[in-house]
């Protein structure tokens, strides 16, 4: 019969062979070498791309349709007519216009801490220095008090535990060592259920900068909203009623900015104190009951620091617990404030 020969020669070999293409081995390790050599390339070019050009086109500021149609409607009315719809517009910075106003309900809480302590270990450079002690106290005996509807402040020196207090308070410290007594609403702290009511507003204002402020609220009200709540109250984006997000967006006053792209500080988007604003509604749509807020202010001018601060009062207008870190306050913001703990 007819003898059929083995062959280690597979068809993939035969056919490339057939048209006259190599088949050696090394060009699997060539064609490999030019697959992550145009990866590299191509990514370093698209991040010096990135870094370096800009933009086409000038950054214009951007308002929102309903603000558009509202100027346009006041532009032919008559002046009686101009007063009515300025005042209709006006933010409301009275307490009466923003108590009991939100869409959905919380639990005004308070916040009460006796003799506080806080230790860390000593750093080894003290040790060799002479300091004999394991720990070292960073907080002595700190006792006090944070109720809804006021506005606290922690003030210091640069140094003095403000932040360390806030933290702590917070249940951001994740080191160290904690002693003494914190009761929220008459029970004593639990953290897991403590971070479901309380909102943290950090010195830095990090947003996504490809999405307008309104996606920015939406967003971290569908993160941090409970499953639960239906999405015309969670504001989705085409529903008919945006309830809870435009609320949100009114008492920090930022209806107006809510369609314009956050961007690049410094660069495009929005201005510094309206970023600081924009930190305070991200972390109000999640429906908290206490906020803490660390040095809302740093880095503003007067003027700055006054909007910021009449934002964070409407806050405080609706009944929700504040607390806030300032270094060095001027007179007008200092008078802001409805108590003021001193370290």
Known sequence: GEQISASTTTIGQEIPESRGLNFDGYLFWISLGALFGFALLLNIGFTLALTFLKTSGSSRAMISLEKFSEMRVSEDSTSGEIVKEHSRSTPMTNKESYKGKMVLPFEPLTVAFQDLKYYID????MRERGFTEKKLRLLYDVTGSLR?????ALMGVSGAGKTTLLDIL????????IDGEIKIGGYPKVQETFARVSGYCEQ???????ITVEESVIFSAWLRLAPEINSK???VRFCSSNE????VLETIELDVIKDSL???PGVNGPSTEQRKRLTIAVELVANPSIIFMDEPTIGLDARAAAIVMRAVKNVVDTGRTIVCTIHQPSIDMFEAFDEVKQF
Do not use: C
């Not at 000593?122 to 450079?125: A, M, N, S, V």
């Open 122 to 125: 000593t750093p080894l450079e």
């Open 170 to 177: 917070a249940g951001r410290n994740t080191t160290g060592y």
């Open 262 to 264: 956050v961007g690049i």
């Open 244 to 247: 809870f997000v435009n609320e």
């Open 233 to 235: 109250t969670k504001a």
């Open 148 to 152: 809804p509807g006021v506005l606290t």
């Open 204 to 210: 830095t204002d990090i947003h996504s900068p490809q």
